[in-house]
Protein backbone atom coordinates (compact mmCIF):
# COMPACT_ATOMS: atom_id res chain seq x y z
CA UNK A 1 0.00 0.00 0.00
CA UNK A 2 0.99 3.44 -1.21
CA UNK A 3 1.51 6.23 1.26
CA UNK A 4 -1.37 8.28 -0.64
CA UNK A 5 -3.63 5.28 -0.01
CA UNK A 6 -2.52 4.80 3.61
CA UNK A 7 -3.13 8.91 4.35
CA UNK A 8 -6.80 8.34 2.51
CA UNK A 9 -7.86 5.53 4.69
CA UNK A 10 -7.04 7.19 8.04
CA UNK A 11 -8.10 10.23 7.24
CA UNK A 12 -11.95 8.66 6.14
CA UNK A 13 -11.38 6.23 9.32
CA UNK A 14 -11.21 10.09 11.17
CA UNK A 15 -14.02 11.54 9.44
CA UNK A 16 -15.79 7.93 10.22
CA UNK A 17 -14.95 7.52 13.73
CA UNK A 18 -15.98 11.14 15.06
CA UNK A 19 -19.35 11.02 12.99
CA UNK A 20 -19.83 7.16 14.63
CA UNK A 21 -18.69 9.01 18.17
CA UNK A 22 -20.61 11.85 18.11
CA UNK A 23 -23.51 9.90 16.35
CA UNK A 24 -23.69 6.87 18.80
CA UNK A 25 -21.08 6.77 21.72
CA UNK A 26 -22.02 10.14 22.65
CA UNK A 27 -26.12 9.83 22.00
CA UNK A 28 -25.46 6.23 24.08
CA UNK A 29 -24.09 8.14 26.83
CA UNK A 30 -26.63 10.46 26.81
CA UNK A 31 -29.75 8.38 26.97
CA UNK A 32 -27.91 6.76 29.62
CA UNK A 33 -28.16 9.83 31.74
CA UNK A 34 -31.44 10.68 31.12
CA UNK A 35 -32.72 6.53 32.16
CA UNK A 36 -31.03 7.27 35.76
CA UNK A 37 -32.70 10.70 35.73
CA UNK A 38 -35.64 8.97 35.37
CA UNK A 39 -35.35 6.13 37.93
CA UNK A 40 -35.23 9.36 40.12
CA UNK A 41 -38.40 10.56 39.36
CA UNK A 42 -41.49 10.26 41.83
CA UNK A 43 -43.49 10.38 38.36
CA UNK A 44 -41.09 7.38 37.07
CA UNK A 45 -43.91 4.17 36.61
CA UNK A 46 -46.25 7.43 34.96
CA UNK A 47 -43.72 8.08 32.92
CA UNK A 48 -42.85 5.10 31.37
CA UNK A 49 -46.24 3.96 30.95
CA UNK A 50 -47.05 6.99 28.81
CA UNK A 51 -43.77 5.96 26.80
CA UNK A 52 -45.70 2.77 25.97
CA UNK A 53 -48.69 4.54 24.89
CA UNK A 54 -47.04 6.71 23.05
CA UNK A 55 -44.73 3.99 21.41
CA UNK A 56 -48.28 2.48 20.65
CA UNK A 57 -49.73 5.28 18.72
CA UNK A 58 -46.79 5.88 16.64
CA UNK A 59 -45.49 2.11 16.06
CA UNK A 60 -47.40 2.44 12.24
CA UNK A 61 -45.97 5.89 11.09
CA UNK A 62 -42.37 6.60 10.27
CA UNK A 63 -42.30 10.96 10.48
CA UNK A 64 -39.13 10.77 8.90
CA UNK A 65 -39.88 9.49 6.04
CA UNK A 66 -43.59 11.41 5.78
CA UNK A 67 -41.52 15.45 6.43
CA UNK A 68 -39.08 13.99 3.42
CA UNK A 69 -41.32 12.71 0.74
CA UNK A 70 -43.78 15.96 1.75
CA UNK A 71 -40.70 17.97 1.33
CA UNK A 72 -39.75 16.24 -2.08
CA UNK A 73 -43.55 16.58 -3.29
CA UNK A 74 -43.86 20.49 -2.66
CA UNK A 75 -39.68 20.96 -4.04
CA UNK A 76 -39.23 22.65 -0.66
CA UNK A 77 -35.24 22.85 -0.03
CA UNK A 78 -35.04 25.23 2.90
CA UNK A 79 -33.16 23.99 5.72
CA UNK A 80 -36.20 25.07 8.29
CA UNK A 81 -37.57 22.23 6.66
CA UNK A 82 -35.02 19.64 7.97
CA UNK A 83 -36.73 17.00 10.26
CA UNK A 84 -35.84 15.51 13.40
CA UNK A 85 -37.18 15.00 16.64
CA UNK A 86 -36.95 15.85 20.64
CA UNK A 87 -35.87 12.48 22.19
CA UNK A 88 -39.15 11.79 24.73
CA UNK A 89 -37.22 11.54 27.91
CA UNK A 90 -35.33 14.23 27.11
CA UNK A 91 -38.28 16.34 26.74
CA UNK A 92 -40.17 15.23 29.50
CA UNK A 93 -36.95 16.55 32.06
CA UNK A 94 -36.72 19.37 30.14
CA UNK A 95 -40.50 20.41 30.70
CA UNK A 96 -39.56 19.25 34.49
CA UNK A 97 -36.91 21.77 34.60
CA UNK A 98 -40.40 24.58 33.82
CA UNK A 99 -42.43 22.40 36.71
CA UNK A 100 -46.01 22.92 34.88
CA UNK A 101 -48.98 22.99 36.53
CA UNK A 102 -52.99 22.99 35.51
CA UNK A 103 -52.68 26.63 34.59
CA UNK A 104 -50.25 26.03 32.01
CA UNK A 105 -50.78 26.17 27.71
CA UNK A 106 -47.97 24.50 26.30
CA UNK A 107 -46.93 25.23 22.58
CA UNK A 108 -44.63 22.88 20.25
CA UNK A 109 -43.77 25.92 17.52
CA UNK A 110 -42.90 23.69 14.83
CA UNK A 111 -44.51 20.28 15.98
CA UNK A 112 -43.84 18.12 13.44
CA UNK A 113 -45.21 15.02 13.75
CA UNK A 114 -47.05 15.85 17.36
CA UNK A 115 -44.75 13.70 20.17
CA UNK A 116 -43.62 16.44 21.79
CA UNK A 117 -46.96 17.73 21.88
CA UNK A 118 -48.65 14.50 23.10
CA UNK A 119 -45.82 14.07 25.49
CA UNK A 120 -46.32 17.19 28.14
CA UNK A 121 -50.24 16.25 27.40
CA UNK A 122 -49.63 12.85 28.97
CA UNK A 123 -46.98 13.23 31.47
CA UNK A 124 -47.76 16.94 33.20
CA UNK A 125 -51.17 18.61 34.42
CA UNK A 126 -51.50 21.38 31.80
CA UNK A 127 -54.44 22.53 30.65
CA UNK A 128 -53.68 23.13 26.92
CA UNK A 129 -51.07 20.95 24.64
CA UNK A 130 -51.09 22.83 21.02
CA UNK A 131 -48.82 21.91 18.25
CA UNK A 132 -48.62 24.99 15.53
CA UNK A 133 -46.88 23.18 12.34
CA UNK A 134 -46.93 24.12 8.12
CA UNK A 135 -46.23 20.77 6.40
CA UNK A 136 -49.75 19.64 6.22
CA UNK A 137 -48.98 16.23 6.08
CA UNK A 138 -47.25 16.23 9.22
CA UNK A 139 -50.19 17.71 10.58
CA UNK A 140 -52.91 15.20 9.26
CA UNK A 141 -50.11 12.73 10.75
CA UNK A 142 -50.82 14.19 13.98
CA UNK A 143 -54.52 14.51 13.76
CA UNK A 144 -54.60 10.93 12.58
CA UNK A 145 -52.89 9.62 15.87
CA UNK A 146 -54.90 12.42 18.21
CA UNK A 147 -58.34 10.62 16.55
CA UNK A 148 -56.25 7.36 17.67
CA UNK A 149 -55.82 8.51 21.03
CA UNK A 150 -59.07 10.03 21.89
CA UNK A 151 -60.33 6.68 21.72
CA UNK A 152 -58.29 5.21 24.32
CA UNK A 153 -58.56 4.94 28.34
CA UNK A 154 -56.13 7.21 28.63
CA UNK A 155 -58.01 10.27 26.73
CA UNK A 156 -61.18 9.60 28.66
CA UNK A 157 -59.12 10.49 32.15
CA UNK A 158 -56.65 13.23 30.60
CA UNK A 159 -57.95 16.66 31.32
CA UNK A 160 -55.43 18.73 28.48
CA UNK A 161 -56.95 19.48 25.74
CA UNK A 162 -54.71 18.92 22.53
CA UNK A 163 -54.58 21.10 19.31
CA UNK A 164 -53.15 20.59 16.59
CA UNK A 165 -53.30 23.11 13.65
CA UNK A 166 -51.42 23.98 10.67
CA UNK A 167 -50.26 27.55 10.61
CA UNK A 168 -46.53 29.24 10.13
CA UNK A 169 -45.35 30.42 13.41
CA UNK A 170 -44.51 33.77 12.53
CA UNK A 171 -48.25 34.42 11.66
CA UNK A 172 -49.66 32.40 14.19
CA UNK A 173 -50.52 34.32 17.49
CA UNK A 174 -49.57 32.65 21.11
CA UNK A 175 -50.37 35.05 23.20
CA UNK A 176 -52.07 32.20 25.79
CA UNK A 177 -48.64 30.21 25.87
CA UNK A 178 -47.02 29.59 29.42
CA UNK A 179 -44.11 26.62 28.17
CA UNK A 180 -42.96 26.89 24.76
CA UNK A 181 -40.40 24.63 23.01
CA UNK A 182 -38.48 25.16 19.74
CA UNK A 183 -37.03 22.44 17.93
CA UNK A 184 -35.03 25.43 16.63
CA UNK A 185 -31.89 24.33 15.45
CA UNK A 186 -32.49 24.26 11.56
CA UNK A 187 -34.18 27.93 12.36
CA UNK A 188 -31.05 30.41 11.18
CA UNK A 189 -30.64 34.44 10.23
CA UNK A 190 -33.51 35.89 9.38
CA UNK A 191 -35.69 33.22 10.93
CA UNK A 192 -34.74 32.46 13.67
CA UNK A 193 -34.43 36.72 14.17
CA UNK A 194 -37.89 36.71 13.87
CA UNK A 195 -39.32 33.85 15.77
CA UNK A 196 -36.81 35.00 18.75
CA UNK A 197 -38.40 39.10 18.19
CA UNK A 198 -41.98 37.18 19.28
CA UNK A 199 -40.56 35.20 22.24
CA UNK A 200 -39.83 38.77 23.83
CA UNK A 201 -42.76 39.41 23.64
CA UNK A 202 -43.96 36.77 25.80
CA UNK A 203 -45.35 37.41 29.56
CA UNK A 204 -43.38 37.59 32.44
CA UNK A 205 -42.92 33.76 33.98
CA UNK A 206 -43.41 32.15 30.64
CA UNK A 207 -40.96 28.97 30.17
CA UNK A 208 -39.02 28.73 26.93
CA UNK A 209 -37.34 25.21 25.81
CA UNK A 210 -35.21 26.05 23.02
CA UNK A 211 -32.04 23.51 21.12
CA UNK A 212 -29.00 25.39 20.23
CA UNK A 213 -30.42 29.24 20.08
CA UNK A 214 -30.11 30.99 23.36
CA UNK A 215 -31.95 34.07 24.47
CA UNK A 216 -30.80 37.62 25.94
CA UNK A 217 -29.89 37.60 30.02
CA UNK A 218 -31.89 40.99 30.20
CA UNK A 219 -35.34 39.26 29.41
CA UNK A 220 -34.69 35.66 30.43
CA UNK A 221 -33.55 33.93 33.30
CA UNK A 222 -31.36 31.01 32.09
CA UNK A 223 -32.77 27.86 34.16
CA UNK A 224 -31.23 24.92 32.58
CA UNK A 225 -28.60 24.25 30.01
CA UNK A 226 -26.71 20.72 28.53
CA UNK A 227 -26.42 18.62 26.20
CA UNK A 228 -29.52 16.61 25.02
CA UNK A 229 -30.90 13.68 22.90
CA UNK A 230 -32.25 14.48 19.71
CA UNK A 231 -33.10 11.79 16.72
CA UNK A 232 -30.23 13.25 14.84
CA UNK A 233 -27.46 12.73 17.94
CA UNK A 234 -26.33 15.07 20.95
CA UNK A 235 -27.47 18.91 20.58
CA UNK A 236 -27.43 21.87 23.39
CA UNK A 237 -30.52 22.46 24.64
CA UNK A 238 -31.76 25.42 27.55
CA UNK A 239 -35.04 26.44 29.48
CA UNK A 240 -35.96 29.96 30.05
CA UNK A 241 -38.05 31.88 32.01
CA UNK A 242 -38.98 35.46 31.30
CA UNK A 243 -38.01 37.49 34.06
CA UNK A 244 -39.09 41.02 32.02
C1 LIG B 1 -36.89 19.93 13.81
S1 LIG B 1 -38.62 19.66 13.47
C2 LIG B 1 -39.21 19.52 15.13
C3 LIG B 1 -40.40 18.58 15.34
C4 LIG B 1 -40.88 18.50 16.79
N1 LIG B 1 -41.01 19.78 17.39
C5 LIG B 1 -39.95 17.66 17.62
O1 LIG B 1 -38.99 18.19 18.20
O2 LIG B 1 -40.16 16.44 17.72
C6 LIG B 1 -39.09 21.31 13.03
C7 LIG B 1 -40.48 21.42 12.43
O3 LIG B 1 -40.77 22.79 12.17
C8 LIG B 1 -41.57 22.87 10.99
N2 LIG B 1 -41.51 24.24 10.49
C9 LIG B 1 -40.51 24.85 9.81
N3 LIG B 1 -40.83 26.12 9.55
C10 LIG B 1 -42.05 26.34 10.08
C11 LIG B 1 -42.91 27.49 10.14
N4 LIG B 1 -42.56 28.67 9.61
N5 LIG B 1 -44.10 27.36 10.76
C12 LIG B 1 -44.48 26.17 11.31
N6 LIG B 1 -43.71 25.06 11.28
C13 LIG B 1 -42.51 25.15 10.67
C14 LIG B 1 -40.96 21.81 10.09
O4 LIG B 1 -41.87 21.39 9.09
C15 LIG B 1 -40.62 20.70 11.09
O5 LIG B 1 -41.66 19.78 11.19
Known amino acids: MSKIELSFI ?20 GTKKRL ?3 AQQQQNKKIRSVLVILEKLYQNTNSHRT ?9 ITEDSFLYGEV ?6 ALLTYCQPTEHDVFYDLGSGAGKAVFSAALCF ?3 KSIGIELMPELVSLA ?5 EYQKTGHAKNNKCEIQ ?12 DATIIFINATAFKGQLWKNIEDRLYALPIGARVILTTHQLSSSYFKLIYSGTEVMSWGMNSAFVFEKIK
Open 125 to 127: PIR
Open 36 to 38: SWL
Open 67 to 75: AKLAKIRRG
Open 143 to 147: KNILA
Open 10 to 29: CILTLIWGSWFYRKYVKTFF
Open 87 to 92: DFLTLI
Open 164 to 175: FEQADILQRPFS
